[in-house]
């Protein structure tokens, strides 16, 4: 599934800088426990403590988040 996904810079960054796996995006991508779109024609997918913003296909990561 990892292949499939793009990340942005922005997206990588965050990650690195959060602390955030790509195996934690992963499961929050296709197995969220909430999604809600931002009104920016982007969603957002949440699981556990993560929320990945993404394209609607699920194929390009936007930014992601470690909310406490």
């Known amino acids: 599934m990892d292949n499939l996904v793009e ?3 922005h997206a990588r960054q965050r990650m690195i ?3 955030i796996t790509e195996s934690e995006v992963l ?3 296709f197995w969220p426990d909430i999604t809600y779109p ?4 982007h969603m957002n997918y949440i699981k ?3 929320r ?3 394209t609607l296909d699920r194929k390009k990561v936007i930014t992601v988040v470690r909310q406490s």
Not at 38 to 41: A, K, L, P, V
């Open 7 to 9: 990340y942005t810079y």
């Open 17 to 19: 800088q959060r602390n």
């Open 27 to 29: 499961e929050c991508l």
């Open 38 to 41: 931002d009104g920016h024609g």
């Open 48 to 50: 556990n403590s993560i």
């Open 52 to 54: 990945v913003v993404a």
